[in-house]
Structure formats: C-alpha cells, structure tokens
C-alpha cells in the first residue's frame, strides 16, 4: 500500500491502521511504503502502472486529483486511472498556530496578516492538498496576502510550525491534535461546518467569522484500473470489516476521523462529485501553483 506523502501524516496513519486490520483478515502481510512528492503523484503513477491484480494499492486523498487541476495535468487521472476500491475516512482539518504568534483566534489571525500583507507564510504537504486549499479558501474570503510553502509531507510542515518556522498551517487533525493537546501548537479553528468532539472548545471558521467556509478532506484506496471487479469487491469488503472494528472507531473518533462506508462503486461516484466540486472551487478562488 503506497503513500504519497512523508511518514507520520494523517494519510500515513490511516493507511498504516488499515494495512495491519487487512493483514489479519487476509491472513498475509500488507506494507506500507511511503513514497512522498509531487503531491502524491509519484506514489500514483506508481500504483498506476502496476498490474492490476490487487497486490499494489494506493492509499490516496483528493490532493492526487486536486494537484492535477491546479497544474492543469492529466496523468495519473484518480477517476481514470485507478479502480475505487474503498473510502477509509472524512475528517475536517484544524488551524493551528505557533504559541508565540500573538493570536487566539481566527479574527485575531486575519488582523495580523492584514497588517503584514504577504510576510506571513503557511505550510502544507504539498499542492492541491487539503491544507494547501484551506489556506488559499481562507485568503480568497477574507481578502489577505499570504505565501504558501509546500512541503513533501504534513509532518515536515507540522515540525516547521512546531519549531518556529512557519507560523501557521491547516493541518489534519490526527497530524497535530498531540500537539495542541501538548500545548506546543495553538488551536484557532476547524474547517468543518460542525465543531468536532476531537478538539473541544474549538470554534469553526464558519461561525467565526467567514461565513459558508468548509473544506473536509478524504482518504480511500484505490488500486490500478482494470483490477477484475471481484479483487476489488473482495478488498473493499474486507476493509469495511476493519473500518467496523471497536478500536479502528476509537481511534478515529479521537482524530476527528469519520469511517467511510461506501460500497467500490459509490466510492468511484464520490470522487467525480468531489471533482466536480474542487474544479469550481479551484477555478473561482484562482488557485495557482504560486
């Protein structure tokens, strides 16, 4: 099972608790390998010019698709290129701040990038990621000037803010709530239009002063097209049975983490809407490369 982003980012994670579920169904050993850069897309072409005999899996999030549309690329193609296999999880992302930044909140953020027009800069795992759009979104609705900087993972990104470096990201909740729970980053808000149970306390950008703001991010399988339908029937059920299980949920939960439950083909039906509803997003925001 390949990732195509740096070890300890949400995608790593999850992709890690799924492969351990799935050795003990299958009964033989799932690997993860992390193969991070190109926002994602080494890892996907990598799973895409694979044989398509269910053996080599890609463990994705719409950044493969999104990435493609803000570099106005074709190849690998998430909804063309790949089988749907299996949703893992939806989860909302969290802004989190250096403790040293002089802000508690997100109005108090936005004052002090507007005073510092294009000094401030925020991190992400790479291009056409969930951070990466939220902080474009979050500048397209309030008018500021920020500088996005790129990384090839999320954990890279979290240890720069961890470490003073950058001062703020959008982050996935299962990379950084540790460290909010730590006090060593600074909540402000979640990306969700529901506050989540994972971060208590922490408002939404919605009702904090950007009204309709709301990115939520997914995770899913996918494995190379052509893979004969009853390989994937096979996998995706097998990985609801993980997804089922008491303590995949219990840890989710605690990550602001929402188990997927969809069968291959309403999976396949849920990325051509997402894509859908990126292209617009991306197209009306003006998200570049930068």
Known sequence: MLVGFAPGGAT??????????????????????????????????????????????????QTLMTSQIIEKRTYPDLAKDFAAVSLCATSPLILVTHPSLPVRSLQDLIELTRSRPGALNYGSGGVGTTPHLSGELMAYM??????????????????????????FMFSNVTASNPHVQAGKLRAL???????????????????????????????GVMAP????????????????KVLARPDTRERFAAQALAPGSMSAEQYGDYIKSEAEKWGRLIKEAGITQQ
């Open 189 to 219: 808000a979640v990306t969700g239009l529901q506050r989540t149970p994972a971060v208590p306390g922490v408002p939404t950008l919605d009702e904090s002063g950007l009204p309709g703001f709301e990115v939520v991010g997914f995770f």
């Open 142 to 167: 309030a008018k500021l000037k920020v500088v996005h900087v790129p990384y090839k993972g999320e954990a890279p990104a979290i240890t720069d803010v961890l470490a003073g470096h950058l001062p």
């Open 225 to 240: 097209a052509g893979t004969p339908r009853a390989i994937v029937a096979r996998l995706n059920g097998e990985i609801a």
């Open 12 to 61: 790593d994670i999850i992709a890690r608790q799924v492969a351990a579920g799935l050795t003990e169904n299958l009964g033989q050993p799932v690997l993860v390998e992390n193969r991070p850069g190109a926002s994602s897309q080494i890892a996907g072409d990598l799973v895409a010019k694979s044989a398509p005999d269910g053996h080599v899996l890609l463990m994705t999030t």
